[in-house]
């Protein structure tokens, strides 16, 4: 008689069961909206914390020169590499920061600096080697690749700038031997893609007729002009140097920046795949006459190129 009753009414619950509800509005707020506020809240902080946040909708940071060349002298590592890496993205879209001088010459300057200080720690290193302990040669390496981390930054921004002034650090970079294989491979191969990226964006400060660049105004071309020409009256070394080579090159595109000649050696290196870099480089730089006949002399040997050497593979913890 039970078992009949209990079948006869299915609306009710069997003995010791609690009967079966449909979920609530508040049961389905507190189970899905609840909890993807709190991702999405948290995935929010993550951004704003990394700086990804102000990049990807304008705001933040500020993207003046100055504000740029604050955050790249500022002691912390991380923000420096963030800095670095921001500016890569404006730089490209950007042409009166790119062609912005006083940016140009703070970023030669510490390329210059970060390379004669990895050369220097690649010496200590060679000579204190077999007396570390594996541990502490591996956070000595890990130091290294963090500086070499952010040379291919500052490389990429001088890279993508519309001054020549980046350019003795760049063939420094492209020419530097180094003690280790793979991470010289790297650096080397890195540092003829951005001479290459450089010769292409030379072409944004007066224009050209093969490519969409349409060229700065011509009021900005004599300021930069005029500011360049200050530096190099004014400074002595180094910067010197690189002011007086800008503004003759403002002047007469044709005027030597050793550039070629530079690729011309990366074209006798041992490794095939630098050599494959430089026959794409060279397409991007026209220098006077010699320079002209050296770069069509470099492309000749190159296109007859044996595959000589060992090939470097570099893997994505290089």
Partial sequence: MEAESATSNPGESAEGLPPVMPPSSRHIVQM????????????????????????????????????????LDDPNTDVRWRAANDLVQVLKRDDELASNPDLGFKLADLLTQELDQIAFDEKSLGERLAKLSAKDQEQERQKLKGRRDYVR??????????????????????TLPGADPKPTAQMRRHAVWMLANLGDNLKRFKGD????????????????????????DSTTGLRRQLAEQTVRYLKDNQYELGVIAA???????????????????????????????????????LSRDDGRGVRIVLDKND
């Fill in 209 to 232: 007729p093969d490519t969409s660049y349409k060229g700065l105004s011509a009021a900005r071309q004599e300021a930069v002009q005029a500011r360049v020409q200050q530096e190099a």
């Fill in 153 to 174: 930054f500052l490389s990429a921004c001088l890279a993508t700038m519309t001054l020549p002034i980046g350019v003795e650090p760049l063939k420094k970079m492209a």
């Fill in 32 to 71: 899905f909206v609840v909890p993807g506020l709190i991702v999405g809240g948290v995935v929010l902080l993550g951004l704003f914390c990394s700086g990804a946040f102000g990049w990807m909708f304008g705001f933040g940071h500020a993207q003046t020169p100055e504000a740029f060349l604050q955050r």
């Fill in 263 to 301: 690729l011309a050696e990366c074209a006798q290196a041992d490794d095939p795949d630098l050599r494959k870099f430089t026959a794409f480089a060279l397409t991007f730089w026209m220098g006077s006459p010699q320079e002209n006949q050296l770069a069509e002399q470099t492309l000749l040997a």
